[in-house]
């Protein structure tokens, strides 16, 4: 299983995330390093815990209050793997996001304006290029359709993976750096669909959350907190099989 860290970008500073509150998060200052400069906390990421495959939340793009593609650009040039998400709502933007650097755009739930973008998405790109987000907040979707934020998150993961979706990433937003462990839905999710490669997101607090999802089969994991905060460090990834190369 792969272990992904996040950058949380919001004014060219790398944020510690907590609870999806995001009027409330603070520069990270970690173990690691601190958000002050993005690029180096990514650098640590590789040099201190050999982990070149970095995951970035573009939070200004998310709101629609700017973007960070300089960084992007910095970051690939750099030789990171990159996934993104910045607010994707068609598939213009995602084959701009992909030319800046991202190696695989992630389309979130909460940005999409409904479910009939995705399709244009995932052939623009290729299913291997992009992950779905199922963005929740405590369980339950979160969407700017009020459609789609009242339907159950496994209709939802499956009506996405009917369009072409083959990477699916479970994000609650309520359950980052909130030290509550990762979704309960990763089980049934997994078991409703067997065949599709999903990311864990959010909640990872300790080295025995990373053994637990491995096991029930996730392909990767996002954390973030638990680097900053030194609970999972490097000893504790290189007992995990194989190595971050996630493309």
């Not at 959010?202 to 954390?223: E, F, I, T, Y």
Request: with cysteine; charged share 20%; hydrophobic share 45%.
């Amino acid at each position: 299983m792969d272990v992904i860290p996040v950058l949380d970008l919001k004014g060219g500073r790398a944020l510690h995330a907590r609870r999806g509150e995001r009027a409330q998060y603070d520069v990270v200052r970690g173990v690691l390093g601190t958000g002050d400069d993005p690029v180096a906390l990514a650098e640590a990421f590789r040099d201190q815990l050999g982990l070149s495959t970095v995951y970035v939340a573009d939070l200004d793009a998310i709101a629609g209050t700017g973007d960070h593609r300089p960084i992007i650009a910095r970051l690939a040039r750099s030789g990171f793997k990159l996934w993104v998400d910045a607010g994707i709502r068609d598939a213009q933007a995602a084959a701009a996001l992909a030319a800046v650097g991202a190696t695989r755009v992630v389309v979130g739930l909460e940005s999409l304006p409904s479910l009939a973008a995705l399709p244009a998405i995932v052939s623009r790109l290729g299913p291997d290029a992009m992950a779905f987000c199922l963005d929740l907040v405590e369980g339950k979707a979160l969407s700017p359709d009020p459609v789609l934020a009242a339907t159950e998150p496994l209709l939802i993961a499956g009506l996405a993976v009917a369009t072409g979706a083959r990477t699916l990433i479970v994000l609650d937003l309520a359950r980052v750096g909130a030290n509550r462990g990762p979704s309960p839905l990763l089980g049934p999710l997994r078991s409703a669909l067997p065949t599709i490669r999903f990311v864990a997101g959010g909640g990872v607090r300790d080295p025995d959350d990373l053994q637990a999802l491995s096991a029930r089969g996730c392909s990767a994991v996002l954390v973030a907190t638990a680097l900053h905060e030194g609970r999972i460090g490097r000893d504790e990834l290189e007992r995990l099989q194989p190595p971050n190369r996630s493309r």
